[in-house]
């Protein structure tokens, strides 16, 4: 009985907001069948959500921002939502309940990393690089302290952006949510979700130019890499010098078992170590932890490039991704060799795994 009275609430709540669209001639949109884009819920920072009041839910095909609002006679609040995101906005009708679900969704969303490698994005499970057994902190993910200490560096400073870049699959989200974790009461963070084209390009640049703190991600194959890239999607290298904070770049190799794996000897200079002769690391074995793989679990490899005043200027004159890793390298950068490398010395992962994936 109880569930046939909310059915009914459910479709007068749906004339009503039928007849209020008709009435200002705009357009009704129900909830129930229609998915939000993640990237238009990321242009309103979390703490602005409730306070607005509207949600922009989606991109028009002429890239306006379409946005959600229960009551079309709240004109102000638009004018807010169009200051704040500096975009143009259409208005398009939803129910009060609608509304209201989608504000607290949106309105705490926190990331959780679920057991089988997906993300948990606003109560919603957003497929992710699709791979178990994921670690869920920098710490976990085999990030180093230098490496920490830049991306931390930059998350402190508060605004402009940080890209973290790799492939797909090379657990890119993760790194970013374990570093959006680190990033404690400020409000005007904005994680953005790829960046794939010009026109999110251009939120990321924007919102970093508005005092904003944007994290997002990049297919880039490392860190010195990324500007070029940006710069190919259109955008004036002179912006992206100055948007620029911080750029990682991450892969992810397979972890030795610890139950089994078993020492080998290599030449020094094969795993980073030309002053030493021959150096003990660890070959996989195979045990019943891990399936007889020798492997169990996931390790990040990590370069993080800080955009120095040198390194900004080099990205502003256009010069090419091997210049810039070579100041990178010369101001303390760990390249992704570098770091897994370092890696198969601590017996955490092998050769063949940090050739595979950096090669
Ligand atoms: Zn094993």
Redesign the pocket.
Known sequence: MGQILLERQHVRGHQLGIAIAERFGMQFVSLDDFEPDPVALNLVPASAVQRLDVMPIAFAADEAVLVAVADPRDLLVLERLTRLIDRVVRAVVVTRDDLDELLARVGRIEPVLTGDGELELAGRRVPQDGRGDRPRSLVELGMGELARARLEAALRYAHGAILATGPPQSGKSTSLYAALALVSTDPDVMTLGELRDRSSLKIAIEAAFTGHLVLSSLNANSAAAAPARLAGMGIEPGLIASALDCVSSQRLARRL?G???RKAQVAGADVGSPGTAVVEIFEP???E??RG??Y?GWIGLFEVMTVSTQISALIQAGAAAKELAGVAVAEGMRTLLDDGLAKVRAGQTTLAEVTRVTG
Do not use: L, Q, W, Y
């Open positions: 078992c139950s089994c794996r074995a195979g045990c932890n891990c793989t020798g169990r």
